[in-house]
Structures are given as C-alpha cells and as structure tokens.
C-alpha cells in the first residue's frame, strides 16, 4: 500500500557537512538494502558546497554502485558556465572514483526534445530492469527558487501541468530559458527528496511550500519522505 509520509525540516548551522552526511547515509541504506545507490543531483547555486563536502567524504561510498542523474539541465553545452553537469563534475564527479557510465547526463547541446526523449528512455529502461514503472530515485536533491520553483519547473509554465512523460523539454522565465526538466510524476517516484536551502531569504518560500504552494509544494512521494535542510543562512532571525 502506497502512502505519503509528511515533510520534515531540519535546521543546521553545517549546512554543507550535514547535507553530505544525509547522502552518504542514504547511499549506504540503499546499497545494503538493493546493492546500488540512485541519486539524482540538483543543480544550482546552492548545491555547489554540498557535492564538494561530498568529495571529502569519497571513502564512505562504493562509486562503482552509485548511479547519477540531473533533475534538470539547461540547453548549453557540457562545458558551459551555466551547465548543471559541468557544475556537478568540477565540484563532486571528477573528484570521485566513479565510473563513467554510471553518470546519466542529459545531453543539453542537443535538439531539447530530442535529449528530453534520449534522457526518459534511459531512465525507462533501468526502470523496467527493476521491474518499475517510473524510474525510482532512493535519493533526489532539489532546489528552491525564490519564485518557489524547483528542477526547472516554473510557476505558470505547462510543464508543472504534465502528468504522464517523465522528462520533458521546458522554458523557463531565467536565462538560459531553454531546458529538460524531471516531471512532478517522476519526481513523486522518488523513495526520498531533500530539498537543499541555504539562503535566508527563502524562509517565507519555504514556509509556503510546506503548505502546498508553488511548483516546491508539489512534491509530494506516493511512498516516500520529504526533508526540508535548512541552513544557518535560511533560518529565520
């Protein structure tokens, strides 16, 4: 039986350790439990000095069982300034044993449907090895805008609204605007979603995404959990 477990916010003044600490713990339990650990990475600002503190903490985890995905990627090239793959490789995956074909990476230099269709088929066809119907993440970091989106779901855009492909070609109101997003169907596929948040200036975002608001308020596990980690710089005064 499906059931949806409540949000959990934790505050913490080691933003970056403690986020860290909450993959390798959920990399750990996932490898014991189904011997590979499936983690989909946020992109973004914010999740720059948890992906380096990840890389400190290199020897906790077996790479060659941990399988990397994107949440949303903009249509630039791999090695472009505003590229989440480049971000992620320069600050965690070239400082990891991990091998190549265990990273997913949406091709963003590419037609946007065309990599939106290349990135779901990909997901799908893990997927139906474990016997799934979506692609299960054990673990998905997410992000905050200030207009509460998250991956690259934007309030008001028809993207918020899709409800059967699992990654699709969006826009967005934020330069690069064209991008490939997770849907919310995949996303509430996932066993567990922390959502990363380090900016003060949030607080009342956070505050109404708890309640259902914005495109953040959306994700919501059929059978999984929802933390909330809070940093020093998003506690209220």
């Given at each position: 039986m499906q059931t949806h477990i409540?949000?959990?916010v934790l505050r913490t003044s080691d933003f970056a350790t403690d986020a860290a600490k909450q993959i390798v713990a959920?990399?750990?339990?996932?490898?014991?439990?189904?011997?590979?650990?499936?983690?989909g990475l946020a992109g973004?600002?914010?999740p720059?000095?948890?992906y380096s503190a990840l890389a400190e903490l290199t020897h906790d985890l077996p790479w060659n069982r941990i399988q990397i995905t994107f949440g949303d990627e903009r249509c630039v090239a791999?090695?472009?300034?505003?590229?989440?793959?480049?971000?992620?490789?320069?600050?965690l995956l070239s400082r990891v044993p991990i091998p190549e074909g265990n990273i997913f990476r949406i091709r963003g230099e590419i037609d946007p449907a065309e990599a939106a269709s290349e990135y779901e088929a990909r997901l799908g066809s893990v997927a139906a090895r474990f016997g799934e119907t979506r692609y299960r993440h054990d673990l998905l970091l997410l992000g905050l805008g200030e207009d509460g989106h998250t991956a690259s779901l934007f309030p008001g855009y028809p993207a918020l609204d899709e409800q059967e492909r699992n990654v699709i070609p969006t826009l967005g109101p934020k330069?690069?605007?064209?991008?490939?997003?997770?849907?919310?169907?995949?996303?509430?596929?996932?066993?567990?979603?922390?959502f990363l948040v380090n900016d003060r200036t949030k607080e009342p975002v956070v505050q109404s995404?708890?309640?259902?608001?914005y495109p953040s308020g959306k994700v919501a596990p059929?059978?999984?959990?929802v933390l909330w980690l809070l940093g020093h710089e998003a506690c209220a005064p």
């Open positions: 409540a949000s959990r959920a990399g750990l339990e996932a490898i014991s439990r189904n011997g590979v650990f499936r983690l973004g600002n914010t720059k000095a948890v791999q090695d472009h300034p505003d590229s989440n793959y480049r971000m992620a490789y320069e600050a330069p690069p605007p064209q991008r490939i997003t997770f849907t919310l169907p995949l996303i509430n596929a996932s066993k567990s979603v922390v995404a708890l309640k259902g608001e059929s059978d999984g959990g």
